[in-house]
């Protein structure tokens, strides 16, 4: 296999060392930062440089644009034009409804690895970066089914956990779980800053809980700006619900109702056990098997439709007819309770579904 990475920074570089060491791929870089490939060169991150979008992209069997989001727009009609047909391409982008809404072409999936560092470049760069890590792909449904399951299966590869989601529910997660919390540190050492210096005081030290929650105040202004922007109408639903909800415990405050505080204290310890028991996960693997016909966006469709029943998949391929006429996509996923789950959601869409 041979993989473009496009921009060889932090994340870039590091899928390339993974796909190295894992995969066995040979792994072309551009960039244009001439100090960026000399690092990569220098480290062992590529296989080779080249000079040009076209010399990277050569021969490609994926092609990783790896550059902040507000190049994408840019960047990614012009990887397209240059990839040879039967090349997948993706993004690293960790807002996806913009990118999504440019594009048209089936050979292009959007995606976001929730993985990341306090540090950046090149220079830093490491092939465990993506183990255990949410891996997103916004399929269209006209996404190419062969090339979508040779990019779920090299993320998988990577350590990575591939999840299809669709491009608006991705940024509104993001906006929730990822933007808005670094507004609010920056808000929360704005606000700090304010008051010691009104008072005349030094920083004073800090208690875990404040040093936690403004770890990403003032993240690189290159690339945060430029999310900001890109997700600005979820972020703007966010921070409004946000406003919202202070208000009401600001309400709560101000009449001194102690029995409505420890409840409201209570309920976010609730949503917090929620949230971490959602992410729990554990049991065999169970295969199923979905005959489909061989149709634009089937494997896309389906795909997405699981994750909104709530389904991840552990892994996924492709058995098409010698004809090309139809096909089998096998899955596998972990736990019974998501194999049923899997099973009921395809059944009710009209799949047959067996179990070998």
């Known amino acids: 296999m041979r993989i473009a990475v496009i921009g060889v920074g932090l994340i870039g570089g590091s899928i390339a060392l993974a796909a190295r060491e894992r995969v066995g791929a040979e792994i072309v870089g551009h960039d244009p930062d001439p100090e960026a490939i000399a690092i990569a060169c220098d480290r062992g991150v590529l296989d080779r440089a ?60 959007g995606g976001h690895p929730l993985a990341g560092a306090e540090t950046a470049g090149v220079v830093h760069a490491r092939s465990d970066l993506f ?29 990575a956990h591939p999840v299809a989601i669709e491009p608006d529910a991705h940024d509104a997660v993001m906006a929730a779980v990822s933007h808005l919390p670094h507004i609010l540190a920056n808000v929360l050492v704005a606000e700090a800053a304010a008051v010691l210096t009104s008072q005349g005081e030094r920083l004073p030290a800090t208690g875990p809980s404040f040093r936690d929650a403004t770890r990403v105040a003032g993240a690189n202004s290159a690339i945060w700006t430029d999310i900001y922007l890109a997700n600005r109408e979820a972020l703007l639903a966010r921070i409004d619900a946000v406003s919202a909800r202070l208000a009401e415990v600001r309400t709560l405050l101000a009449a001194g109702d102690g029995v409505e505080i420890g409840a409201w204290n209570d309920r976010a310890g609730a949503d917090r056990r929620a949230l971490v028991d959602a992410q729990l996960a554990g049991g065999a693997l169970t295969e199923l098997r979905v005959p489909v016909p061989n149709r634009p ?60």
């Open 50 to 109: 080249a000079a040009s979008l076209a010399g990277a992209l050569e021969g490609a069997d994926v092609a990783v644009i790896a550059a902040p989001v507000g190049r994408l727009a840019e960047l990614a009609p012009r990887v397209l034009a240059a990839a040879p047909v039967g090349c997948v391409v993706t993004d690293v982008g960790s807002t996806k409804r913009q990118i999504a809404g440019l594009l048209d072409d089936p050979r292009f999936i």
């Open 131 to 159: 183990d255990g890590a949410t891996w997103y792909l916004t399929p269209a449904q006209h996404t190419d089914g062969i090339l979508y399951e040779r990019l779920h299966r090299l993320i998988g590869a990577l350590g």
């Open 297 to 356: 966006g089937v494997v896309a469709g389906l795909t997405l439709e699981l994750s909104r029943a709530g389904v991840n998949l552990a892994d996924l391929a492709l058995y098409p007819a010698p004809d090309m006429s139809e096909g089998v996509v096998a899955l596998w996923v972990t736990g019974a309770e998501a194999a049923d789950r899997t099973e009921a959601t395809l059944r009710a869409l009209d799949f047959t579904v067996y179990r070998p």
